[in-house]
C-alpha cells in the first residue's frame, strides 16, 4: 500500500519550477488548483481550501518541494511537523491527484499550521492502519449475527464508524444504501457498521430511517481505545484476510475503492 507511487512516475516527473507552474521534459504542466498565497491569506481561506479540495486519504502522488517524487508515507510526516501545506496540483493530462509539500512562511495565522498537524494526524493514523489485520475484532449486530476474523474470513468487509447525530454520517446513508444493494447478491462482500449508541437508541431510530448496514451497537471503547477512530464518518474495507487495504474518506471514495478491490480479486484468483 505504502509502496504505490510507481517508479515510472519518477522518471517522468523531474519538475522545474516556475510562475507557480510546474513543467517536466515531458510538458506535463502542474499549476495549483489554488495559488498558496491566496489558500495562506487567513485562516477562513486556508479552512476553506482544504474542506473544497484537501483529500489526503485519497491515492495520491506525493512530491517534496524540490517536485521530487516521495512516498505518500514521507509526506505525512513532512506535513505532521506544521511546517507545511499540502498543495494541490492540477495536471494537464493526468487524472491522478498531486500534492507538492509547500513551505509555510512563519508570518502566516498561526491556527494555521497547527490544525494541519491536527487534521494530518487523523489521516496518518489510518493509512498507517493499512496492511494490518484489524484489532481484536468481534462484533455482534442487532440481530445477533457475529463479525469476527473466524466468520469474516474469505470475505471482503466493509467497515462504517458512525453515530445517531452525527449529520455527516446520516446524509450519507442514502448512499451507503445504495452500495449495499449493488452488492446484495454477493455473498462474499458485508458491510457493518459500528455505532457508539447503545441498542435502544439504535433500534428506535432505525425504526425510522433505513440503513442496510449490519449494525453493531456499543462500539465506543473499541473506537476509541483500541483502534483509536474519532472522526466520524470514517470507512475501512478489508480484504479476505481481515488486514485493512483502504481507509476511505467519503462515500465517493468507498464507492471507488471497494470497486478496486473486487477487481483486484478478480486478477488474483486468476493464478
Not at 82 to 101: E, H, M, V
Not at 124 to 129: D, E, R, V
Request: aromatic share 14%; with cysteine.
Amino acid at each position: 500500500m505504502k509502496s504505490f507511487f510507481c517508479s515510472i512516475f519518477s522518471l517522468l516527473l523531474l519538475l522545474g519550477c516556475a510562475n507557480n507552474h510546474y513543467t517536466n521534459r515531458k510538458n506535463i504542466v502542474f499549476q495549483p488548483v489554488e495559488p498558496a498565497a491566496n489558500i495562506l491569506y487567513s485562516f477562513n481561506d486556508f479552512w476553506n481550501y482544504w474542506s473544497d479540495t484537501v483529500r489526503l486519504s485519497e491515492r495520491f502522488i506525493a512530491l517534496d518541494t524540490n517536485n521530487i517524487i516521495i512516498t505518500k508515507e514521507k509526506f505525512l510526516t513532512k506535513l505532521l511537523s506544521g511546517k507545511y501545506l499540502p498543495l494541490r496540483l492540477q495536471a494537464n493530462n493526468n487524472d491522478s491527484p498531486y500534492y507538492k509539500l509547500y513551505k509555510l512562511d512563519t508570518s502566516i495565522n498561526k491556527d494555521i499550521p497547527s490544525t494541519i498537524v491536527d487534521l494530518t494526524m487523523v489521516y496518518n493514523h489510518l493509512f498507517q492502519m493499512q496492511g494490518q489485520v484489524l484489532p481484536d475484532f468481534h462484533f455482534v449486530d442487532l440481530n445477533g449475527e457475529i463479525y469476527d476474523a473466524e466468520t469474516c474470513k474469505g470475505k471482503i468487509v466493509v467497515l462504517n464508524f458512525w453515530f445517531i447525530h452525527c449529520a455527516s454520517c446520516l446524509q450519507e446513508m442514502p448512499q451507503l444504501n445504495k452500495l449495499v444493494l449493488k452488492y446484495k447478491d454477493r455473498k462474499d462482500i458485508v458491510f457493518v457498521s459500528l455505532a457508539l449508541d447503545n441498542a435502544a437508541q439504535l433500534k428506535s431510530f432505525l425504526s425510522k430511517n433505513k440503513f442496510n448496514y449490519a449494525v453493531v451497537p456499543d462500539m465506543s471503547k473499541y473506537m476509541y481505545d483500541i483502534i483509536q477512530i474519532n472522526t466520524f464518518p470514517t470507512h475501512i474495507i478489508l480484504d479476505r484476510n481481515s488486514r485493512v487495504v483502504y481507509t476511505p474518506e467519503d462515500y465517493q471514495e468507498l464507492f471507488l475503492e471497494l470497486k478496486k478491490q473486487i477487481t483486484l480479486d478478480k486478477e488474483i484468483s486468476r493464478y
